[in-house]
């Protein structure tokens, strides 16, 4: 152990005491959002402020109503007799310029739960390895980064939904896609061939729209798909809010970047204070060049609306995000279902889907597994006569980091 | 069941001349119980040396995601099924080395080799039991087990060799049990 911890300790206590400061002062900006959310009734006017921000270029990020208020409040209703959810996650193993061999692997985990029946659930893995030149490298012949590798993995997660929904297309029960994390995605410049994998991703969207819109039509149960965001810092209502306290001449980039008089609060405190627990907030629309371009691109169906659901206990609320297609957020009934499966499985787990939790748990590659995948490469390497040596670096370090060990007793 | 007459419960997975513990996945549990008597026979070798034992113990450990169920207590039918059946929920028998046969022979002491792990772990057949405790050399052994409550090992023990036997028997064999414990 080399971390001295006498002398970091000093510091975690200034840290904690600059975490209480800082919810002592958020709570009073807290209150003002929440008279200005309660008050915020006049949709005009909010689409007013809104267009206004588009019109000036302001680069306004946050919500838009999408029907009715945006301080509606709504409580739960019953979930459907039955449902069957489908649950994927993703897990990987980066590629290791140390490593004896250049690979990376991605596993996808999945969970079909058959709500409303006592029928076994069904765990789905599906691992791949990548070890080809156009795998591993970007278009400069370097080996591509973590985030490269991201992208492809949510990508395949979104295949892998749609391919389980695809097989259960005939179930005569609603079928939910639980996604963890964000529907929303925008794959950056560290990713190779990042247009074809948004493309991909948004295929899969399709697909998934495309087996909704025919179990619609035989009448046998919509596909409603959800990303699941729970751990999140987003402020759409919040800038929105900020929006609606600036005079028309201050609606300009260089106001909107700040957040005025709510510097630092953030949603999810925000709705700390207004769902009780299985209460969500009114479904909203974020602004952002992203979701414009899902609609644009892809089609009014896709674009992305959200809606923030308190999944907690009395005492313990827990504010979760969880976006949706259009074609899932237009339907009052749709999103009542979401709503309510949902709950139905957080009560599971207490406070986290317990599908998603499954998922996550077939998904995730341990440091055990990743150790025998490493074994098992080098030795088919060895039977096919190539060199196995980690990095001179790679060595170094595992023996620093390695258990101290006797030094071999000699025979007597 | 197996074609050796005995029900597979497990494999080894650590082992020593006094005992072992083998592991089986939590659906498989409906069959072994305490005191139970279970066999073993070496895999690469001859097949000549079977290895018999008690259960001393089994246990099954918790994870982070059944405590967390458990403090939800709202317990789904359909998760209880999908953590007993589908998670690899790994139950643990332990296992106390009464003796062994070799070439039909039963010989009432520690064997001479552990089993190796992944050998088959299977529960003894009444024929088996009945043959191996004409014997009572077994309940030494039990009375000499560390770390094991003896007394309750041994009446379960007792009364499952009593229970091989046709009806007839079982007092008899109890009797004699009795002396012979009286005598140690």
């Known amino acids: 152990m080399s971390l001295e911890f006498e ?29 200005l959310l309660a008050a915020a009734d006049d949709l005009q006017e909010i689409w007013r402020k809104i267009e206004l921000a588009r019109t000036n270029d302001a680069g306004y990020r ?69 070890y080809s030149d156009r795998d591993i490298r970007d278009r400069e012949g370097q080996l591509i980064k973590h985030a490269a590798v991201n992208a492809r993995r949510t990508v395949q997660e ?3 939904l749609a391919h389980l929904a695809w097989l259960r297309r005939a179930a005569p029960v609603p079928l939910l896609g639980l996604m963890d994390g964000p529907l929303l995605h925008l794959f950056g410049k560290d990713v190779p061939y990042a247009e074809k994998l948004e493309a991909d991703y948004r295929s899969a ?35 929105l809010l900020h929006l609606l306290t600036l005079e028309d001449a201050q609606v300009k980039r260089s106001v909107l970047e ?88 957080c009560q599971i787990m207490g406070r986290y889907p317990y599908v998603l939790a499954r998922a996550d748990e077939l998904a995730v590659v341990s440091s055990l ?29 595992d023996q620093a980091r390695g258990p101290r060990q006797r030094y071999p007793q000699p025979f007597r | ?55 001393t113990a089994i246990r099954i450990d918790d994870d982070p995601l059944v405590r967390q169920l458990i403090m939800a207590n709202t317990m789904n039918e359909a998760a209880l099924r999908d953590q007993r059946e589908n998670r690899l929920v790994p139950v643990e028998i332990d296992v106390l080395s009464i003796g062994y046969m070799h070439n039909g022979h039963s010989i009432y002491n520690l064997p001479p080799r552990p089993p190796m792990s992944l050998d088959p772990v299977g529960l003894c057949n009444a024929d088996t039991i009945e043959y191996f405790t004409e014997g009572l050399d077994f309940i030494r052994l039990i009375l000499k087990a560390r770390n094991v409550s003896t007394e309750d090992l041994l009446g379960a023990a007792i009364r499952g060799a009593a229970q091989s036997r046709a009806t007839q028997h079982q007092r008899a064999f109890l009797v004699a049990a009795g002396r012979r414990l009286a005598g140690c």
């Not at chain 1, 510091?11 to 209480?20: D, K, N, V």
């Not at chain 1, 596993?107 to 390895?129: R, T």
């Not at chain 1, 969207?205 to 087996?211: G, K, S």
């Not at chain 1, 990743?370 to 060199?387: A, D, F, G, P």
Request: proline share 5%; aromatic share 8%.
């Open chain 1, 205 to 239: 969207l399709v697909h998934l729209y495309d087996i909704h819109r025919q179990r619609v039509e035989q009448g046998i149960g919509p596909v409603h798909v959800v990303g699941y965001v729970d751990r999140h810092e987003s402020r759409f209502v919040v800038r």
């Open chain 1, 7 to 35: 002398k970091l300790l000093p510091q975690i206590q200034t840290m904690g005491r600059f975490a209480a400061y800082r919810t002592s002062s958020v709570s009073e900006r807290n209150a003002l959002a929440r008279d």
């Open chain 1, 62 to 130: 946050g919500a838009a109503p999408l029907a009715g208020q945006i301080n509606e409040i709504h409580a739960p209703v019953a979930p459907p007799e039955q449902a069957t959810l489908i649950a994927v996650d993703g897990s990987q193993v980066y590629p290791d310029l140390h490593a004896s061999a250049l690979y990376y692997l991605t596993n996808i985990g999945g969970l079909v739960f058959h709500h409303g029946s006592d029928a076994l659930p069904e765990p789905i893995s599906d691992p791949q390895l990548y």
């Open chain 1, 369 to 397: 597994e990743k150790h025998h995948l490493e074994n098992l490469v080098n030795v088919e390497l060895l039977k096919n006569q190539q060199v196995v040596e980690k990095s001179p670096k790679q060595m170094g370090k």
């Open chain 1, 158 to 160: 979104s295949q892998v």
């Open chain 1, 258 to 345: 700040a957040a005025g008089d709510f510097e630092g609060l953030d949603d999810k405190a925000l709705y700390q204070h207004l769902l009780l627990p299985g209460q969500r907030s009114a479904v909203m629309v974020q602004q952002s060049p992203q979701n414009k371009s899902y609609k644009q691109e892809t089609g009014v169906d896709f674009e992305i609306a959200f809606f923030y659901l308190n999944v907690g206990t009395p005492g313990q609320s827990n504010i979760v995000r969880l976006e949706l297609p259009m074609w899932v957020a237009r339907s009052t009934e749709a999103v009542a279902q979401v709503q309510a499966l949902v709950l139905d499985q």
């Open chain 2, 1 to 55: 069941m197996t074609a050796a007459g005995t029900y597979d419960i497990g494999r080894v997975l650590r082992a020593s001349t006094e005992g072992f513990t083998c592991g089986l996945r939590s659906q498989e549990l409906q069959y072994p119980a305490y005191g139970a008597f279970v066999q073993t026979m070496h895999l690469n070798g001859d097949g000549s040396l079977v290895v018999i034992g008690v259960i």
